[in-house]
Structures are given as structure tokens and as C-alpha cells.
T-cell receptor, first 112, second 114 residues
Framework: TQLLEQSPQFLSIQEGENLTVYCNSSSVFSSLQWYRQEPGEGPVLLVTVVTGGEVKKLKRLTFQFGDARKDSSLHITAAQPGDTGLYLCAGDPTGGGNKLTFGTGTQLKVEL | DTEVTQTPKHLVMGMTNKKSLKCEQHMGHRAMYWYKQKAKKPPELMFVYSYEKLSINESVPSRFSPECPNSSLLNLHLHALQPEDSALYLC?????????????FGPGTRLTVT
């Protein structure tokens, strides 16, 4: 069974701080997606990374896929209260498969 | 348009009731999914339909019965549920072919079983 461990599990920071969320596995994934979910809503797709070593930026969010495609990170610069939510990574272990392995989740709270 | 819609938004049902959850997408996706999510936990896959055929059933109890009437619609029929089935039920859709599938989620149905 392939597992995706996220760290930290919980994070509470002040507005303007920077943070990094990690998504780690001992298994290789052909692609990996990051989602953000607000309370009572469905997850919203932020980005998909496919190539080992790939870096993608989405405004203040920077996503990186590890060289070996076993891990990923999400870095947020100058966090804002609107960044609050549950961050989930999800990997496709097989390539072109529709069964994602979800990470354990990181609950982020950004306070004024 | 990357919208997946789900109805109802909230549902309260007794253990003897029969109800249905509905999901619709108009992105031309040929794969659709049902997930169950407990508070602050990742979604758990229940069912996958690919080209309107059930391709994955994650050993879900028979009191949950999925249906895919056409490529845009997905239903989840509920009968004789238990209180522990209370959760957020999420529908998602994606392409059904290609190198990787990006799943787009609906807002969910918050189900409470009394």
C-alpha cells in the first residue's frame, strides 16, 4: 500500500509569515496533485506536477516535485487569512490511473 | 468551466429512509467518482465510473448503491444507513484517458444520519 505522509499535520501562523508543507512517500508517483479545501466545501485543485524536479508557481504558492518523484512540497510566501484551509496532496501511482492516493492532510490557519 | 455540481447541499435522514445524492458535470469528463470524507481527514474513495461503467468499488457496503445514467450524471442511492455513515460525500470527475487525470470536485453533500 502506497502512503503519502504530510507534515506538519496542523499549522497556525500569523499573516505575512512563510510556510512549507511536505508530502512524502517511499513510493514513486507518476504525477502528484495539490488541493486546498475550505470547511464544508470540496477540494479545489491547485496544481499538478508531473516531472521529477519540476517547480510550479501559482502567485504566492510554489510547488516542487522531488527529483525521484517520491515527495513534494508546497511553499506559501506571505500567508494571508484566505490561505486558511486543509491542504491535500494526492498522487497517481500508476500513471493514467484514476485511483489517487491522498496524503494525510495539513490543516493551515492563518490569523490576522 | 470546471464546475461539478452536487445536490442536495445538506441531507438529514433516518436509518430507515431511502434518499439519493446527485452529481452533474459538463466538462466532457468520462470518469466520475464518489468519495466519503470525515472531518479534517482526506477523502476516501468509494466508487469510480469510467465510460459509464463501474470500474472500482472499494468494498463499500451495499446500503450505498451508485448509478451512472449518462456521461454527465452520477447518483448515489442511500438506504438503511447507519449513524457512522454521516459525513461529507464528494463527487469528482476527470478525463478517463491520458498520462494523468486531474480530478475536479463538487462542493459535497453534508449527510447526517439520525
Amino acid at each position: 500500500t502506497q502512503l503519502l505522509e504530510q507534515s506538519p499535520q496542523f499549522l497556525s501562523i500569523q499573516e505575512g509569515e512563510n510556510l512549507t508543507v511536505y508530502c512524502n512517500s517511499s513510493s514513486v508517483f507518476s504525477s502528484l496533485q495539490w488541493y486546498r479545501q475550505e470547511p464544508g466545501e470540496g477540494p479545489v485543485l491547485l496544481v499538478t506536477v508531473v516531472t521529477g524536479g519540476e517547480v510550479k508557481k501559482l502567485k504566492r504558492l510554489t510547488f516542487q516535485f522531488g527529483d525521484a518523484r517520491k515527495d513534494s512540497s508546497l511553499h506559501i510566501t506571505a500567508a494571508q487569512p484566505g490561505d486558511t484551509g486543509l491542504y491535500l496532496c494526492a498522487g497517481d501511482p500508476t500513471g493514467g490511473g484514476n485511483k489517487l492516493t491522498f496524503g494525510t492532510g495539513t490543516q493551515l490557519k492563518v490569523e490576522l | 468551466d470546471t464546475e461539478v455540481t452536487q445536490t442536495p447541499k445538506h441531507l438529514v435522514m433516518g436509518m430507515t429512509n431511502k434518499k439519493s445524492l446527485k452529481c452533474e458535470q459538463h466538462m466532457g469528463h468520462r470518469a466520475m467518482y464518489w468519495y466519503k470524507q470525515k472531518a479534517k481527514k482526506p477523502p476516501e474513495l468509494m466508487f469510480v465510473y469510467s465510460y459509464e461503467k463501474l470500474s472500482i468499488n472499494e468494498s463499500v457496503p451495499s446500503r450505498f448503491s451508485p448509478e451512472c445514467p449518462n456521461s454527465s450524471l452520477l447518483n448515489l442511492h442511500l438506504h438503511a444507513l447507519q449513524p457512522e455513515d454521516s459525513a461529507l460525500y464528494l463527487c469528482a470527475s476527470s478525463q478517463a484517458s491520458g498520462a494523468f487525470y486531474e480530478q475536479y470536485f463538487g462542493p459535497g453533500t453534508r449527510l447526517t444520519v439520525t
